[in-house]
């Protein structure tokens, strides 16, 4: 069951449901409709168990220790470098992954990346579309690691999948201390409406309409170490 219909029970008041409901919508994207009541007291429980947190030194210490742990088991990682594809030893059912094919920085040379396992993290859609085949302008197969009748059904079925909701960052700099500004550490959220599955489903209609929510804040009040 859903988030919503247990905070329909829980409460009559519209407000504190958009209290509650709004962090999901931020977290990943999704109303209090969308999703499972366990999956959203997940979330809840995060926040008012431990409270959320921030990396010393800024989100990029994250990706810092994620390569340290890699290489250190054997593991390679690549920056500034664009996946073209991915690639198989045959073309259809009967093939295996062999890798990925990654463009070298600006030069534009193409490196053949060997690998048993490819994980992509980019989305159903474009990995079948972007990674896995290329369509021409007209709709015709450019190329493709699936046989033809097997490309087409999944591009049916992916034509069948409701896009999910996205997001724009815009990072802005402002010149002044933390103290001087009086930035808080907290996050804040702007909400158009308490009704926030009309709100939600307005803006995402057009790009006229005005936005959902809107998110601020300030990572160097909550880093120590800026």
């Avoid at 409709?33 to 990029?60: N, W």
């Avoid at 972007?130 to 709709?139: R, V």
């Avoid at 490309?151 to 034509?159: A, H, Q, W």
């Avoid at 999948?161 to 802005?172: H, I, K």
Wanted: negative net charge; glycine residues 10%.
């Amino acid at each position: 069951s859903s988030a919503q219909s247990h905070l329909e029970e829980i409460t009559n008041d519209m407000k504190l449901r958009s209290l509650l409901a709004y962090s999901a919508y931020g977290d990943i994207g999704l109303r209090a409709c969308e999703i499972q009541y366990r999956f959203f007291l997940s979330i809840m429980s995060h926040y008012t168990k431990d409270g959320a947190s921030y990396p010393v030194g800024g989100p990029s210490e994250l990706a810092r220790g994620f390569v340290k742990v890699i290489e250190k088991n054997g593991g390679r990682c690549f920056v500034r470098a664009e996946v073209l594809s991915v690639t198989s030893d045959e073309i259809g059912r009967n093939g295996k992954v062999t890798g990925v094919s990654i463009k070298k920085g600006t030069g534009g040379d193409t490196l053949h990346v060997k690998a048993p396992i490819v994980i992509s993290t980019i989305g159903l859609r474009p990995t079948i579309n972007n990674l896995c085949s290329k369509i021409d302008d007209n709709g015709m197969i450019a190329g493709s690691i699936l046989d033809e009748k097997d490309l087409f059904s999944l591009r049916n079925r992916l034509d069948e999948l409701e896009d999910t909701s996205g997001f724009l960052y815009g990072f802005v700099g402002i010149k002044g201390t933390t103290e001087e500004l009086q930035l808080p550490r907290k996050n804040t959220w702007l909400l158009a409406s308490d009704n926030l599955d009309k709100v939600y489903q307005e803006s995402g209609e057009s790009p006229d309409n005005d936005l959902a929510a809107l998110f601020l804040g300030f990572p160097s009040a909550k880093d120590p170490s800026y």
